[in-house]
């Protein structure tokens, strides 16, 4: 859990890229943004197909983002409430907003 540690010590987002980008390949990362793309779509039930429209990610990653949404640890729907909620209700938190 050595990993886990290193990625709660970034104390921003910019240190956070920087070290996705030093331990991760651009395909890795291209990779890990396709499946978080898709997140929010399969969340609105939106279909595989489209969903592909939309993003250009292969139905397979879909199919299987959408499988750890419905099977897997929860991290998925964890960081999607989150983000999402803040995305969508920023004035509940004062805090991102710079004030």
Known sequence: ???LDALLAMRTPGELR???LD???PAELE???DRWRVVPLLLQDIPYREIHERT???VTT???VARCLDFGAGGYRIAAARVLDHQSHPELHPE???H
Request: aromatic residues 0%.
């Open 1 to 3: 859990m050595r990993l």
């Open 18 to 20: 920087a070290l996705l």
């Open 23 to 25: 331990l991760c390949t």
């Open 31 to 33: 990779a890990i943004s």
């Open 56 to 58: 250009g990610v292969s």
């Open 62 to 64: 879909i199919g299987r």
């Open 96 to 98: 991102r907003s710079g």
